[in-house]
């Protein structure tokens, strides 16, 4: 009966290492996935393209083809929170040109600040974030949280399209 028992034994541990290693060589053979292009995604969920744009967004455009420096700067500047805020902008339907939106509001800064107490890569003003469940105290101000302030730009961004008959240009 021990000698049963030992053979049972030794035929699941055959099994299981047989088992492990087909696993193991099927992972292996596997393509490995092409690293995602964040902007070329970005490029792939433009919803608002209009046919003429207007005479202050050319001129943003054109200040910027004028300095591809400043650019490049804010690209970099964007790279810690660009893919977040894509990523929540996909899951929530919404345009992935929003996720531009922190580039013109706090050139992507979490920590800006404005004259009009707007803060954060959002710039959200004290009482829209309170309106939109943003904690706002003595120590900690989630208007400079990129993860909540970010939920709350989509809901507020959903709200205003809403209000305005799905019409992102106004």
């Known amino acids: ?3 049963q028992k030992l053979e049972d034994s030794k035929q699941l541990s055959e099994q299981i290492l047989t088992t492990e290693s087909e696993e193991q060589a099927n992972i292996e053979q596997q393509e490995p996935e092409a690293p995602v292009d964040l902007w070329q995604r970005l490029r792939d969920g ?7 744009l207007p005479y202050t967004a050319n001129k943003q455009l054109n200040r910027y083809l004028k300095n591809p ?7 970099k500047r964007s790279t810690p929170y660009l893919f977040h805020v894509t990523e929540q902008l996909e899951n929530a339907n919404l345009p992935l040109e929003l996720a531009l939106l922190p580039i013109v509001e706090s050139n992507y800064d979490p920590l800006a600040y404005s004259p009009s107490h707007a803060v954060g890569l959002w710039q959200f003003i004290p009482s829209t974030g309170k309106s939109l469940g943003l904690r706002r105290d003595r120590w900690y101000d989630s208007r400079r949280d990129v993860i909540y302030s970010t939920q709350a730009a989509i809901t507020y961004l959903k709200q205003l399209n809403k209000r305005f008959d799905n019409d992102w240009l106004l």
């Open 46 to 52: 433009f919803e608002i393209t209009p046919e003429k």
């Open 69 to 75: 420096h400043n650019l490049n700067i804010l690209f």
């Open 1 to 3: 009966l021990e000698d």
